[in-house]
């Protein structure tokens, strides 16, 4: 099919690589436009605008970094809004507030398109691998059209519900994702600070009941202090921030997920946003005067 | 050989027919004497007390509830230091503060034993299944002879260090499981109160990279309003409470921890002790409003 | 001189009061026009829509509830903005995000009108009795101009900068109040569950270098049980999510602030809106399973 | 009367000039004697030994820094209870867990000696000025026999009950200590980010509804970068730890409280064990990334 993808960040860059490899005929747009590069020499086409990406696309997709992004590219001068036409679907892949998600619904309607969150689960391996878990709101016979674009791209496919529900359940797996991130770190200086080895606290978490592979994978790095980013710290933050948005939206007391977000906010104010989230775990390092290693 | 296995709680229990089935000769005895019946139906012999049990055991193992059951079964009258001669192993495989672990050590040397803290991960299921992971502190040679009897009861076996760091490991541990449990009850509110389906939520979070096993068997009964005990909260808040001591006395800060304690609180204040430690998200639906289902 | 006041709730009553008192001529305008009845009586001017009331006015000023009231008072049709006019003077004294002062700053400047924020501490006594405490964001001269104006309201004035800085020290100071709560709630259950005697607990904040009066105003009502509404519990969440919000904006790390929060969230679900904002600590009180009394 | 009174450190000293200026005959001890030193001077006598210390007193006084120091001085070798004898009064003025002073209370009674648990409130200024507030537990007839000793040491002597009443009444306020040294530390914090002066919020907090004394006392200081010790940060994380252990006691969910003892936590691992318990606030400034200033 020919399909649009716009925003070529590690997650887009993932998705584009799969998509081309199944056979699709992809326009890509990228804000920084050389990030498009490898793709085209792998078979894309390069577009200028997000509008011209889209306009003889079948299917538009794109996962853009946050609110203000998708302001620009999909609402914004030259953005998708002003490229799209009757017939083609859209899918938002971003990690966005559900009200977006709505707001995208409604102005794509008005042109007669078609119109599906989609966010992902999983990050740089996972995107390059096409081993991503995909949460999708909106119509569900929608969402069976767009079903075998997605297949490719990821291990499972989840139908949430109506539009907006893809986005939720992100923020709120999100919400967990961060939950294990705060405990990993108390729970490994808590090990370290009453004399236990940080390599072997994490084989004995890689087995029992309450084992989780994220602790698997930033625990491994942590005690070799790489924080070389897969998820980036400021993306940790925004998401941290949605979530607290989200919960503010319902009325949902989450008060150990709102505390995990003053350590991001900590993390971040000393000037980790670049590096992995689990930098997020330094902050908590500083308050016990210690390092997991 | 010739093994004296005390406490035949959930825990115990399945240790015992696993001890049985794998061939030792096993003295039992338990608080209330009852609990021995079907093992004595299945092989064992029964004590009278602690001192009996233990008179002509090689091996002296036990599952005990708490600092208290400690104190009156090991050190208490007719308690095993008052049956134990030397050239015994003694192996606690109770959850207690590593402090605990400690004077026991100290207490046993005192009459010729060697003594191992040895407690284990896992519940109901994992004991009776010969699943266990076990986490033990105390001289390596030691843990070496003793292995052989651990391994039928265990699916893993860590050597964590010097007498107590099994204890630490376990309340380590068991800190990241509180953690998960406040996690997964304020993410699954924050879910339904959004709109989403808890068993499609419960659905994704058994497939991603923070998946865990603890969200799918606590999240299965949970939409089920099943609480029937695996692992009662009694015991989650006693581990709360011995990973609060731990924390302190190590200095070490556990903001999200500590408050996933006054959730366990709250939960026992609310009379909910005898149920599955799961109900301590109940009374985070308290504070929602709701109920997950 | 003459003056426009809109919004009549427990604070705007209580100013208007004092205006009239000290001899302005005061025109008044509330959403239900039936709450300007008594200040009619007292010879004010009741206008129809706030264009209408602030026609001829010297200085407008105004206490909405919350963003909303301010989107429909000041920008809404008929809103003030239609009906000011160069030369007039508006006075904000909600308690708003300061980006709300700055945008109204910004509106009013374009029709050449001078705008100040100066929301207000105390609540319904204080208001009747003109002892507020204003604290003041905009150009120094023009708070110069009417601090005369609000004297008669206040116990003291503060000019704390530039627009938008009274509407941050208020909500700055709403997250001391708000911590207050979350305190005076868990001490008093802390104490009673401990064997102490509330009223003998309150004797005591009521004298320590750590007393407030907020212990004594909500502690005196909390043992009689008496919620009724002096500062309503939903505006304690309006301004929890305000401060939430400030705090997000400036990455700044509140966890207590954050966790008092999720309190009255709780508090809030249990249909306590309408009651006093001590009935937060009720929602502390079910998790502790008594009552202070 | 004939008073002895063992441990000078800041709060024993200010109450030793009092009494002496109140016209008793003091003997005084204090583990390092050359604190006794000045006192001396100024008219008390000198006692090598706790036991020789209470030997002749009608009056037995003391102010220790915790649980250890009971033990050593009270319960120890030399101690006060070596030295006691029927007929005599003995008051802890310590800041204690209730159930030290319930052990106290027995061992004095097996030797026919009252006891009360009289701990205070206020720091260095107001025990040298006389002006503390105590808080008493213990039988109500001893209570009025010393109260007339008492009385020149305080502003404001409150009867709270049985034996560990006044223990218990000392943990429950500085559980509102320490909440708000969070609260104000958070919230100066968020002003200073958000623009505004510090001073400024300071002179605010100094006039409103929710005003505490403890906020101009600490505020005042913080702004100057004063960390001179007026009350140990170390006894802040003593204390600290007192209230979770009383909390976990009572099974009363403190989660604000809980919280603040892990920031004091991390003030202890950066090595401000020495400075004012204000220093905790350094602690939230690290995770801010400024200071308030």
């Known amino acids: 099919m020919k399909i649009a993808y716009l925003g070529l960040g590690i997650m887009g860059s993932g998705m584009v690589g799969n998509l081309l490899q199944a056979g699709h005929s992809v326009t890509v747009w990228n804000r920084t436009p050389d990030r498009c590069t490898p793709w085209v020499e792998k078979g894309a086409t390069q577009a200028n605008t997000p509008a011209q990406a889209v306009a003889n696309a079948e299917i538009v997709m794109y996962c853009l970094s946050n609110e203000e992004a998708i302001a620009d590219t999909v609402f914004g001068e030259d953005g998708i809004l002003s490229g799209v036409h009757q017939g083609q679907i859209a899918i938002d892949m971003s990690t966005v507030h559900p009200n977006t998600s709505r707001r995208e619904a409604v102005a794509y309607a008005e042109k007669g ?37 997605l297949e490719p791209l990821s291990e499972t496919i989840h139908y949430m519900g109506e539009t907006g529900m893809g986005a939720t359940m992100k923020l709120v797996g999100n919400a967990v994702v961060i939950s294990q991130i705060e405990a990993l770190g108390e729970a490994m200086i808590l090990a370290k600070k009453a004399g236990l080895n ?16 994220i602790f698997d994978g930033m625990g491994s790095t942590l005690v070799k202090r790489d924080f070389s980013t897969s998820f980036a710290l400021k993306w940790l933050l925004k998401d941290a921030n949605l979530i607290a948005q989200l919960a503010q939206d319902n009325n949902s007391p989450i008060p150990a997920i709102a505390l995990a977000r003053e350590t991001v906010k900590a993390a971040v104010n000393h000037g980790w946003s670049e590096e992995n989230a689990s930098a997020a775990i330094k902050a908590l390092e500083l308050q016990a005067g210690i390092e997991i290693k």
């Not at 969150?117 to 929608?142: C, M, Q, R, Y």
């Not at 940080?198 to 592979?213: A, C, I, M, N, R």
Request: hydrophobic share 45%; charged share 25%.
């Open 198 to 213: 940080p390599q072997d606290v994490l084989d004995v978490l890689h087995v029992t009941d309450f084992k989780s592979p």
């Open 113 to 149: 398109i078609e119109f599906i969150d989609a966010p992902v689960f999983g990050s740089k391996n996972e995107s390059a691998a096409g081993g991503l878990w995909i949460v999708v709101g909106g119509k569900k016979e929608v969402f069976e059209k767009v079903k075998p674009i």
